[in-house]
């Protein structure tokens, strides 16, 4: 495709057959083990979620200029706006700030997809370049700086162009980093791949340690949701004590169906396990430490139960061997046969090698952020890069 032909295209909020378009198309990718009707009813439940109501999702299409509403659009992809407009949720800590920790709005991207036929012709790089025009706060890329050579740049979505950062979790390596809001800027920078894995069967310090370990609640999806906004809580504080010298961090918060989006994706498989999950989180009595989780049940991989959020209040005492004995009780009560936690602070990664555990850099889901202020990527923090906040 040469840059004509691409300037031909642009990016559009999908129409409501363009959306039932795209989720089709997706089925052989994302849909394993649905029917294809199933797949668009997950996908319609999708959009009832939390984080998802109130224009907080949308599909976008890259579509030609003079048919922006065909079914042959080239290709899509999906963000969660990680806000409504007037109630921000994505947290900054910025050198520069003098009042402190700002609340702002960011993005979260999911669902790119090229159809096979469209596939290597530059689409989906395009898309993804046009999409920081429609979600980077207007004040940190400018429409005068849109590269000629694009076209006019996309049209304005009421309610966008507001973010502050965004993120994506790469299937596709490094495939995101080259599709920067121009030829010059790098895009989506992978950060934070660690992943700590154990095999349960093969745990027993962990396993058979589970029956006798403290005082702990465990959480449904109630105390799920009082347990995120008090950890939102926790996680500004701690924001608050982050030492910046000339550069920045950013959070996302896993409140307002951002953290529960987690499980509830995979309600339809959850049913149908012999005895369906009730429990999603765990938390000591003075709830200083803390753990959350989805499982995910899908065959033909290994069930495996993967960390979303932890919090553990002291890294030197029993508390956290007691947390993943909690959590090892879980994956035992289900027959999960892996655990894994992402980017687990170093203190406490250590401390997984005497407990069995092996760390890695994971190749899948890889976290890919783009900052939009003026600092450079290698001078910006992702605090709390944990799976909450994946999508
Ligand atoms: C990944 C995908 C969206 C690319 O769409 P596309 O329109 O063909 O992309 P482009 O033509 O703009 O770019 C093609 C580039 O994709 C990259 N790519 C595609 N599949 C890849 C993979 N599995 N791993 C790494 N890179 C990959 C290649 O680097 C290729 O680069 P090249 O042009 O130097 O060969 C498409 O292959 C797809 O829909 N795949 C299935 C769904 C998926 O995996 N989506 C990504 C989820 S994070």
């Known amino acids: ?20 378009e795209a989720r089709r198309r997706t089925h052989l ?9 199933e797949h668009l009813t997950r996908d319609a439940n999708q959009d009832q979620f939390e984080g998802s109501l109130d ?10 200029r003079n048919d922006p509403q065909t079914l042959n659009f080239k290709c ?64 940190l890329l400018p429409l005068a700086l849109f590269p000629a050579a694009w076209g006019a740049p996309p049209p304005v979505v009421p309610g966008t162009r507001d973010g502050r950062f965004s993120a994506l979790w ?48 465990w959480l449904d999806n109630a105390g799920l949701l009082k347990l995120w906004e008090e950890d939102a809580g926790e996680i500004r504080l701690a924001m608050e004590k982050v030492p910046l010298s000339g550069g920045a961090s950013f959070t996302y918060l896993p409140t307002r169906g951002v953290a529960s989006f987690q499980h509830r ?33 899908r065959k033909p991989a290994t069930s495996t139960l993967t960390v979303t959020r932890i919090h553990v209040a002291d890294p030197v005492d029993q508390s956290f061997k007691d947390l993943l004995c909690k959590i090892f009780e879980i ?17 406490l990664q250590r401390l997984t090698e005497e407990l069995g555990a092996k760390t890695f850099s994971r190749e899948e889901h890889l976290p890919a952020f783009k900052w939009y202020g003026p600092e450079s990527e290698e001078a910006v923090t992702w605090a709390f890069n944990e799976r909450f906040c994946w999508c």
């Open 265 to 297: 994706r995979l309600d339809l498989f959850l049913q149908r396990m012999p005895s369906p999950p009730q429990t999603w989180g765990v938390s000591s009595a003075s709830k200083s430490t803390y753990a959350t989780w989805v499982i995910d049940p």
């Open 76 to 139: 899509a992809c999906e963000t969660y706006v990680r806000q409504r407009l007037f109630k921000r949720i994505g947290l900054v800590a910025n050198a520069h700030n003098k009042n402190g920790v700002e609340t702002v709005p960011c993005y979260g991207i999911a669902s790119v997809f090229t159809p096979p036929e469209n596939r290597g012709k530059g689409f989906a790089r395009h898309m993804m370049r046009l999409l920081h025009w429609v979600i980077a706060d207007e004040a």
């Open 170 to 217: 790469s299937d596709v390596g490094e495939f995101y980093a080259a599709c920067g809001p121009s030829p010059y800027q790098k895009g989506w920078v992978v950060r934070g791949t660690a992943t700590t894995l154990w095999e349960v069967d093969a745990s027993t310090s962990l396993v058979s340690a589970a029956s006798s370990s403290g005082d702990w609640t």
């Open 55 to 64: 224009g907080r999702l949308i599909i976008w299409v890259l579509a030609p």
């Open 1 to 20: 495709m040469t840059s004509d032909d691409l300037s031909a295209l642009s990016l559009f909020p999908a129409t409501p057959d363009q959306i039932t």
């Open 331 to 347: 994956a035992k009560k289900h027959d999960v046969k892996r655990v894994e936690i992402w980017n687990l602070a170093a203190e």
């Open 29 to 37: 990718e994302w849909g394993k083990g649905l029917t294809l009707e």
